[in-house]
Nanobody, 124 residues
């Protein structure tokens, strides 16, 4: 059974940083596509970043490019999202997602597996 458990959310002032983690279990981690999505109240879910775990290819949405970094620790089956220069508009529930191969390294489709989310709040 695939499980994704996010952690690392919290409250921070604008300009600050947070690192989200997603611990994955229940499947062979390599060769999946994994991604971070976010959803703010009253808004549609937005894809933030994605990575192909087997080769490390990454994708970023324009709104976070240059500020956020997606990475992985294959030995720990863990996905990360380093968020720097945070803005109030980054406030949202952040979700980790995984999709089995073959998959595309972007955020344009419905990933198969999802975590429960971790809240990020950025104050001005």
């Amino acid at each position: 059974q695939v499980q994704l458990v996010e952690s690392g959310g919290g409250s921070v002032q604008a300009g600050g940083s947070l690192r989200l983690s997603c611990a994955a279990s229940g499947y062979t981690y390599n060769n999946y596509c994994m991604a971070w999505f976010r959803q703010a109240p009253g808004k549609e879910r937005e894809g933030v970043a994605a990575i192909a775990t087997g080769v490390g290819i990454t994708y970023y949405a324009g709104s976070v490019k240059g500020r956020f970094t997606i990475s992985q620790d294959n030995a720990k089956n863990t996905l990360y999202l380093q968020m720097n220069s945070l803005k109030p508009e980054d406030t949202a529930m952040y979700y980790c997602a995984a999709h089995p191969p073959s998959c595309v390294v972007d955020v344009s489709y419905a990933y198969k597996y999802w975590g429960q989310g971790t809240q990020v709040t950025v104050s001005s």
